[in-house]
Nanobody, 114 residues
Framework: QVQLVESGGGLVQPGGSLRLSCAAS???????MAWYRQAPHKTRELVAS???????YYSDSVKGRFIISRDVGKNTLYLQANSLKPEDTAVYYC?????????WGNGTLVTVSS
């Protein structure tokens, strides 16, 4: 089973940027991959996804501000988060599917505050 490790979170001021990374223990070639987030006292929500063919999806709340990308050679998924808002504060999780099962990383905390 592939393992996912997120990094890149931290404290950033409103309007700032962060780049989140998700390192996979195996090849991400051909995989559907996604970023989710979970804010305090809220359910986990899909932020962005990328198919094996490279098609991307963004939730309305981040469209135009976040960019999902991947480096297959490095087995790494990225999320470039720009123009961050306080409501983007959450734990961000990397996700993929394997044999129909959801695989999750441990998450990385993003805090947007002045």
């Amino acid at each position: 089973q592939v393992q996912l490790v997120e990094s890149g979170g931290g404290l950033v001021q409103p309007g700032g940027s962060l780049r989140l990374s998700c390192a996979a223990s195996g090849s991400i070639w051909g995989r559907f991959m996604a970023w989710y987030r979970q804010a305090p006292h809220k359910t986990r929500e899909l932020v962005a996804s990328i198919t094996s063919g490279g098609s991307t999806y963004y939730s309305d709340s981040v469209k135009g501000r976040f960019i999902i990308s991947r480096d297959v050679g490095k087995n790494t998924l990225y999320l470039q988060a720009n123009s961050l808002k306080p409501e983007d504060t959450a734990v961000y999780y990397c996700n993929t599917l394997e044999y129909g099962m959801n695989i999750w990383g441990n998450g990385t905390l993003v805090t947007v505050s002045s």
